[in-house]
């Protein structure tokens, strides 16, 4: 069995040529993004008592003067993901991506949606 991608655009027009709408599009270049600058600035991790990753930080340096991006994690009862969101601070745009699971703690879905400016 797959995992369903459902495509949520919240409001917001579908506007362009291709197959990915704009939120598709700004979802795919905050990840790469999120995913480059993570190579090389500095990385602040923090942890929760059951010593899951609750929050990524990233910064220019390692004296935190520009903070680039944040992503937090949150977990359920039973210590899956299920929720993350990650915000590029220059502009203030979140993506969150939320994670659902059957029974047999199996990933069923996971849900993109995003606010800020278009």
């Known amino acids: 069995m797959g995992v369903i991608v459902t495509r949520q655009t919240t ?3 579908v506007t362009g040529s291709g ?13 790469m993004e999120f995913k480059a600058i993570s190579l090389y600035a500095y990385k602040e991790f923090v942890y929760n008592v059951q010593k899951q990753l609750t ?5 220019n340096d390692s004296i935190k003067t520009t903070k ?10 039973k ?3 299920i929720r ?3 915000t590029r601070i220059s502009d203030s745009e979140t993506m969150a991506k ?7 703690k199996q990933l069923t879905s996971i849900t993109t949606s995003g606010s800020g400016p278009y």
């Open 98 to 104: 939320l994670f659902a699971y059957n029974a047999q």
């Open 68 to 77: 680039l991006f944040n992503k937090d994690l949150l977990y359920n009862s």
């Open 19 to 31: 197959a990915y709408t704009v939120l598709e599009k700004l979802a795919m270049e905050m990840e």
């Open 55 to 59: 929050n990524i930080g990233i910064w």
């Open 79 to 81: 210590k899956q993901l």
């Open 11 to 13: 409001g917001r027009p």
């Open 84 to 86: 993350t969101d990650l």
